[in-house]
């Protein structure tokens, strides 16, 4: 831990250098953390900065929108960050099915595959975030999003401080972590306008095996008056992502070697000798059992650009246009030692020289290159009891995206695994994607009296995805569209007095078909099979219908001066269900493609409380019932069954869920308690191999110096996670989910260790 406590001790020097703290520190922190949607027509909760700074800073914010009712999120990093893990479920609609913005900005579905946007922790430090809103069943009208089926999460940047001064903060802990970040606050520039430029660094081995996960992230928000009507408003975003991947597990794996079994970087002798029993045929080294046991390495390189300009309009005292304008470019790498390709005799290395003898295993690389750029454009006019929103979203995204394969000498590896690799001998399938997206909404919130608020409106999406294959590789060519005319959402909300509100609402939404080669209908095979690969693509191409959600939800709301609580319950109905599905008799050896297999029916309750029980003393809950189940057994495209799973539990939505968060803050002393229960989830779709159920507890503990002296506006804070060192799997579903397999074998190497306990010692000052 030496570098970590280096870096703690360097920074937290800077923090004691000044005696002039802002005075505002803990005023900051007293506030209510949850906020459960007084007045809204859906359900909708808001994490404040006060609850994101309860966790370890770097740390995803998804781990705090993890204690709200109907949120499965799941990790193999005590940060939540690390991105081939990160699984968030609502409602049982999974992470590519939910909606995400920042600052109104589209961030895509926020996979791994990286085809449409980017992830959060990669578009702006966890320090800079303002708060975090969560729609669990439905969306606003104006969330710029083609992929919200069931709900979405909406990201705020904090506002520019009035007054000069710089924030840090310095965090050292388990496995070398070391977090730095700095942030300078204009104050007024004299023209009105403020804003802020900051500086992030993350450090850590990894918790098991060998390995580092680092990244760097310099970001500004620059806010600027012109006139008495206009606003303009600046955003910047510049990370860059190195992160060497955990050992991918399955069942049988963890029996034979436990939960600190990892991929093994350091034992080039097993990573020839697994290639040798691959290229060659033969049964996997003892005592593995098979070639994929232990890769010999892995990792996630990313590179990411974000930029936006927002200009606020107030037309007159009833009429304002907000139009905001964004890019986002994106360079990235998913990086695998494989032992299924050799590395030809002759081919080049990292150096541009030919390799004499090749290994029986090479690199194989998912590239990215990204380069979006659209608009969102708001007009808001309040006329009487009516408030009318009509909006348009624009995007144009072009996607480059390729497999390829690079070479390794019989010596030994010459190719570090966080570095982009150079001079492939293999391309295996490239595309060039150009993805248009235009979506309209019109809304009408209208206050029918002064207790009962009606909220009506549409949307229409048409989203057009043009494929271009490279010649000579596996990759198709194609054009598929998504399109609907109209997309209803109407909600109601009836104040029964100055403490108690009724709401309920209703929606219907369509997630749009996405341009990627590894996943969807463009996924693609190898050059021999183009082909066939394009026969299949053809076949389904007219016949394939984009997911669609209807959802119905009502609930209850309380709010006391104390207290305040929630109860909400939905019915969503969720057609055309996508899977990969053979559409040939087999003779004609065509390989699977995305087909329509079915409905889903999601319904369940939730339950929320935040009480303020005692001066300093706060307790907040949240219990979710979700049952999502299969509504048809899966028949492929020749109409013959492939898997018994009608009334079988949806993959990877556990029916319990409970949170609970006990705080305690007087202004000077807080800390806090969460404890966690996920209730047992589904690996298979026919439900015969399941993870069991899981509770946890993270405890922080924290102090802010309030006196005359240089200590004044200090804050220290501990965490520690994972508290009880609880063993289980965190993450399901990393490479896919198969119909059966109940004795948890290789088919199922889909699943990732939770970290163990780890504490982390964190320093924070404003001067």
Do not use: C
Request: hydrophobic share 35%; proline share 4%.
């Amino acid at each position: 831990m030496l570098k970590s406590y280096l870096l703690l001790g360097v920074a937290g020097g800077a923090l004691l250098a000044s005696s002039a703290a802002l005075a505002d520190v803990a005023a900051d922190q007293v506030e209510t953390v949850v906020v459960l949607g007084e007045g809204q027509t859906r359900q909708v909760q808001t994490i404040t900065a006060a609850d994101l700074a309860a966790y370890v800073p770097g740390s995803s914010p998804f781990k705090a929108i993890a204690n709200l009712p109907g949120v499965n999120f799941q990790s193999a990093d005590s940060f939540g960050a690390y991105e081939w893990s990160m699984r968030l479920t609502v409602r049982g609609f999974s992470q590519n099915q939910l909606g995400f913005t920042l600052d109104g900005v589209p961030l895509g579905n926020m996979t791994y595959g990286n085809d449409n946007g980017l992830h959060i922790t990669r578009a702006i430090s966890s320090e800079n975030l303002g708060r975090v809103e969560l729609a669990q069943g439905t969306g606003s009208l104006g969330t710029a999003s083609s992929s919200n089926l069931g709900g979405a999460i909406e990201f705020t940047s904090k506002a520019p401080d009035d007054d000069f001064g710089v924030y840090t903060a310095a965090t050292g802990g388990s496995y070398d972590t070391a977090h730095a970040f700095v942030r300078l606050e204009t104050g007024d520039v004299g023209t009105g306008g403020k804003g802020y430029i900051s500086y992030g660094l993350q450090y850590s081995n990894k918790w098991k095996g060998d390995g580092l996960q680092r990244q760097q992230i310099i970001g500004g928000k620059f806010v600027q008056p012109i006139g008495s009507q206009l606003t303009a408003t600046v955003y910047a975003n510049y990370s860059t992502r190195r992160e060497n991947d955990y050992q991918d597990l399955y069942p049988q794996l963890i029996d034979k070697f436990g939960y600190d079994f990892d991929n093994q970087p350091n034992n080039w002798p097993l990573a020839v000798a697994m290639g040798n029993a691959d290229q060659k045929g033969k049964p996997a080294p003892a005592p593995y059992m098979t070639y994929y046991d232990s890769y010999y390495n892995a990792a996630g390189l990313r590179d990411d650009f974000l930029a936006d300009l927002n200009v606020s309009w107030s037309i007159l005292d009833n009429l304002t246009l907000s139009t905001t304008a964004y890019a986002h470019n994106n360079k990235g790498e998913g990086v695998w030692f494989t032992p299924d390709q050799a590395t030809p005799n002759g081919s080049l290395g990292p150096n541009g020289k030919p390799i004499a003898v090749g290994a029986p295993l090479s690199v194989r690389t998912t590239e990215y290159n990204l380069n979006r750029y659209g608009f969102t454009s708001n007009l808001d006019w309040t006329i009487e009891d009516h408030q009318i929103e009509a909006g348009v979203w624009y995007e144009n995204n072009l996607f480059h995206h390729a497999r390829r394969y690079y070479g390794l000498p019989l010596a030994g590896s010459d190719r570090p695994s966080l570095q982009f690799m150079t001079n492939p001998f293999l391309t295996r399938w490239e595309y060039r994607f150009n993805t248009t997206t235009l979506v309209f909404h019109l809304q009408d919130s209208w206050h029918v009296t002064d207790a009962f608020r009606l909220d009506f409106g549409f949307k229409t999406q048409q989203v057009n995805v043009s494929a271009h294959g490279y010649p000579n590789t596996g990759a198709i060519t194609g054009v598929i569209k998504s399109s609907s005319d109209f997309l209803p959402q109407v909600g109601a909300n009836y104040r029964i007095d100055d403490e108690n509100e009724v709401f309920a609402d209703f929606a219907q939404n369509q997630s749009a078909f996405i341009g990627d080669g590894a996943v969807g209908l463009f996924a693609a095979g190898k050059p021999n099979a183009r082909a066939k690969y394009q026969a299949a693509f053809n076949i389904v191409k007219d016949k394939v219908k984009p997911e669609t959600s209807t959802t119905f939800e009502g609930g209850y709301r309380l709010h006391l001066d104390n207290l305040q609580a929630s109860i909400a319950a939905y019915y969503v109905k969720f057609h055309n269900r996508l899977l990969a599905e053979q559409v040939a008799p087999g003779v004609a050896g065509l390989p699977a493609t995305l087909t329509n297999v079915g409905s889903v029916t999601n319904k369940g309750v939730e339950l929320a409380a935040n009480w303020q029980f005692a001066d300093s003393w706060s307790l907040f809950g949240s219990y979710s019932y979700n049952r999502s189940t299969y509504d048809e057994d899966t028949y492929n495209g020749l109409g013959v069954l492939a898997a018994h799973v009608k009334g079988m539990t949806v993959v990877n939505s556990p029916d319990n869920l409970f949170k609970a968060t006990l705080g305690y803050d007087d202004g000077s002393v807080f800390g806090g308690i969460d404890l966690s229960y996920t209730g047992e989830r589904f690996v298979t779709y026919t439900n015969d191999l399941s993870v069991p159920d899981v509770t946890t507890v993270d405890v922080n503990l924290g102090y802010r110096f309030a006196d005359d002296t240089f200590l004044d506006g200090l804050e220290a804070q501990l965490n520690l996670t994972n508290l009880f060192g609880t063993r289980y799997i965190s993450t399901i579903g990393t490479n896919g989910y198969v119909d059966s397999d109940p004795t948890g074998s290789e088919s199922s190497q889909t699943l990732l260790a939770a970290a163990p306990t780890e504490v982390f010692f964190t320093l924070k000052k404003k001067f």
